[in-house]
């Protein structure tokens, strides 16, 4: 049974540029959300999305947009990209309102 | 404003003893509470939850404790290992909120041999 996948596992990306993340959810979960850790820190929650629509958002500027698949696989896009965006991008899945959510082993971006 | 709070950032404890780790919240709309364990370079592996309907929730050599009035939570980790060095995590989620997870900061946890 697959766990949650992410990919790219490392991404080099330039001030300015625009950058995009995919997550593949753990089987049988139908809702993935996506969290950006920051060295040093917990997690902090960005978007869920749950039946292709995003039903939650954090505290997170419009440049963050994602968007999620028939297949439940979502991506996160982040445009005009700068320095303080450098961080580890965790993808997490759960089913429907279920409480509990799994982590992938997320993507560093580091933006210079 | 940190609703979740981890007031140690890091813990050493020998071999076989027992591991406390703290967490406390500020938000009384949080009714589901979580411990993720994190090695580097890897996600967040989840350990043991509890909902606000209970006091104690056991899972082998992990036990978590919630005391709602203190707005309060630990885990406690009986018997150490090695293999339990790792950051710890305790998140906490709302009804209503998509059950979005609110972390703390971390503690990093060593066991010494």
């Known amino acids: 049974d697959a766990g949650v996948t992410q990919s790219p596992t490392h991404l080099i990306k330039t001030r300015g540029q625009q950058v995009t993340l995919r997550c593949s959810p753990k089987?049988?979960?139908?809702?993935v959300s996506w969290y950006q850790q920051a060295l040093g820190q917990g997690p902090q929650f960005i978007f869920q999305?749950?039946?292709?629509?995003?039903?939650q958002r954090g505290n997170f500027p419009d440049r963050f947009s994602g968007h999620q698949f028939p297949n439940y696989s979502s991506e996160l896009n982040v445009n005009a990209l700068w320095l303080g965006d450098s961080a580890l991008y965790l993808c997490?899945?759960?089913?429907?309102?279920?409480?509990?959510?799994?982590f992938g082993p997320g993507t560093r971006l580091t933006v210079l | 404003d940190q609703q979740v709070k981890q007031n140690s950032p890091s813990l050493s404890v020998q071999e076989g003893r027992i591991s406390i780790l703290n967490c406390d919240y500020t938000?009384?709309?949080?009714?589901?509470f979580l411990w993720y364990k994190k090695y580097p370079a890897e996600g967040p592996t989840f350990l043991i939850s509890?909902?606000?309907?209970?006091d104690k929730n056991e899972d082998g050599r992990f036990t978590v404790f919630l005391n709602k009035s203190a707005k309060h939570l630990s885990l406690h980790i009986v018997p150490s290992q090695p293999g339990d060095s790792a950051v710890y995590f305790c998140?906490?989620?709302?009804?209503?909120?998509?059950?979005?997870?609110?972390f703390g900061s971390g503690t990093q946890l060593t066991v010494l041999p």
């Open positions: 997490a899945s759960s089913r429907g309102n279920t409480d509990t959510q799994y």
């Open positions: 089987s049988g979960h139908d809702t």
């Open positions: 999305y749950y039946e292709e629509e995003e039903r």
């Open positions: 938000n009384s709309m949080f009714d589901y």
């Open positions: 509890i909902s606000s309907i209970k």
């Open positions: 998140a906490a989620s709302a009804r209503g909120s998509a059950r979005q997870l609110t």
